[in-house]
């Protein structure tokens, strides 16, 4: 059973600029959510996706957009980087969207904007 | 105000020891609550996940919450340097939206 993997692993850009992290789901599962994870501070919730549909949104602009493929695999997309977008992104998946599932993470891509 | 407060260490503890990491939150709505481990570059790792108020035990690891005060709590027996990671709390009530705590970092010297 392969597990949640994520690419690329790191990525610097900059200011302005637009960036794709891409995330594939583990076997079965077909949620998956994506979090913010700043230097020295917990993930923070970006939205869920569940069957290909936006499925909850955290507190964060319209520029953080995402898609969820067929496949469950999953992009998430940032327009107009900004400096504190800077920080660990990690995407979990579960069996489903119930909070009672449990989230298997992957191990993040590190962007940073310069 | 955050909706969930941990406080962020660094604990140091000698191998062997008990150790107790604990998370306050404001949200009467919680009902799920969970314990991570975070390794360096690594992604999360569900430890243990508790429904409600109660104790949960699994192996050296036991977790307690108190809804009434708001308070969940972590403790680890006989402590080994393996176990030297951040560790974070998170919960959530019944819909999508999980909310962690900054985590506190735990070192554990042989």
């Known amino acids: 059973e392969t597990g949640v993997t994520q690419s690329p692993t790191h990525l610097i850009k900059t200011r302005g600029q637009q960036v794709t992290l891409r995330c594939s789901s583990q076997s079965g599962h077909n949620t998956v959510s994506w979090y913010q994870q700043a230097l020295g501070q917990g993930p923070q919730f970006i939205f869920q996706y569940y069957r290909e549909e936006e499925n909850g949104r955290g507190n964060f602009p319209p520029r953080f957009s995402g898609l969820q493929f067929p496949n469950y695999s999953s992009e998430l997309n940032v327009n107009a980087l900004e400096l504190d977008d800077s920080a660990l992104y990690l995407c979990?998946?579960?069996?489903?969207?119930?909070?009672?599932?449990?989230?298997?993470f992957g191990p993040g891509t590190r962007l940073t904007v310069l | 105000q955050k909706e969930v407060e941990q406080d962020p260490g660094p604990l140091s503890v000698p191998e062997g020891a008990i150790v107790s990491l604990n998370c306050t939150y404001s949200n009467s709505a919680f009902q799920y609550f969970m314990w991570y481990r975070q390794y360096s570059r690594k992604g999360p790792e569900l430890l243990m996940y508790?429904?409600?108020?109660g104790n949960k035990e699994d192996g050296r690891f036991t977790a307690q919450v108190d809804k009434s005060s708001k308070y969940i709590s972590l403790f680890i027996r006989d402590s080994q340097p393996s176990d030297s990671a951040t560790y974070l709390c998170?919960?959530?009530?019944?819909?999508?939206?999980?909310?962690f705590g900054t985590g506190t970092s735990l070192t554990v010297i042989p």
């Open positions: 979990a998946s579960s069996l489903g969207q119930g909070p009672y599932n449990e989230q298997f």
């Open positions: 998170a919960m959530t009530g019944n819909g999508n939206q999980f909310y």
């Open positions: 508790t429904y409600s108020s």
